[in-house]
């Protein structure tokens, strides 16, 4: 079974940055490719980007709203997918979410907020 | 971008009647080297991350049981729950996979009248 689990999450304030995490288990790592999702309060699902496994180039592509703020990562060793998130405004509250690139697996989401 | 819109916003259904959940996206999602549809749905209960129900528009995932249907062709699309149970209280949404960026439907919340 695939298991995702996101951490570093949490109070922050505009313009700062942060690092999220996802521990993955239970798939190949190294041949998947990655995704983040995001949800703000209140509000649907926002696909942030994704990266492709190093086979294929860990390339990444990203949503017009982050892109040049927000990087993604891995670290195959440690079976681990990254968020780096900067500039960070009030808008990008919510709770962020790792996912397979075919979203078929979730981890449970860690929450990001942004205030003064 | 391909957006993708869904109606209701909301609806109330009893139980054991039919919900029906309509998506519409702004370009054709359809793969012509495939000839499937990249659309995706997706159920979303609080405190719980999004789960998979559907995909190439009319497959349904894995053990999702099967008053779960999917439909559609070119830029409409629709989820149809046959017999509404209680623990199908949740937003529902629909997703095309075929471009980037990945967009979503803005959901759908379903609940028991």
């Known amino acids: 079974e695939v298991q995702l689990v996101e951490s570093g999450g949490g109070l922050v304030k505009p313009g700062e940055s942060l690092r999220l995490s996802c521990a993955a288990s239970?798939?190949?790592?190294?041949?998947?490719?990655m995704s983040w999702v995001r949800q703000a309060p209140g509000k649907g699902l926002e696909w942030i980007g994704r990266i492709r496994s190093k086979t294929d180039g860990e390339t990444t592509d990203y949503a017009a709203p982050v892109r040049g703020r927000f990087t993604i990562s891995r670290d195959d060793s440690k079976n681990t997918l990254y968020l780096h998130v900067s500039s960070l405004e009030i808008e990008d509250t919510g709770v962020y979410y790792c996912?397979?690139?075919?979203?078929?697996?979730w981890g449970q989401g860690t929450l990001v907020t942004v205030s003064s | 971008d391909i957006v993708m819109t869904q109606s209701p916003d909301s609806l109330a259904v009893s139980l054991g009647e039919r919900a029906t959940i309509n998506c519409k996206s702004s370009?054709?999602?359809?793969?012509?080297?495939?000839?499937?549809?990249?659309l995706a749905w997706y159920q979303h209960k609080p405190g719980q991350p999004p789960k998979k129900l559907i995909y190439w528009a009319s497959t349904r995932q894995a053990g999702v049981p099967d008053r779960f249907s999917g439909s559609g062709s070119g830029t409409d699309f629709t989820l149809t729950i046959s017999s509404l149970q209680a623990e199908d209280v949740a937003v529902y949404y629909c997703?095309?996979?075929?471009?980037?960026?990945?967009?979503f439907g803005q959901g759908t919340k379903v609940e028991i009248k």
């Open positions: 996912t397979t690139d075919a979203f078929d697996s």
């Open positions: 370009q054709s999602v359809l793969s012509s080297s495939s000839n499937v549809h990249y």
């Open positions: 997703q095309q996979y075929h471009s980037l960026p990945r967009t």
């Open positions: 239970g798939l190949t790592f190294t041949n998947a490719w």
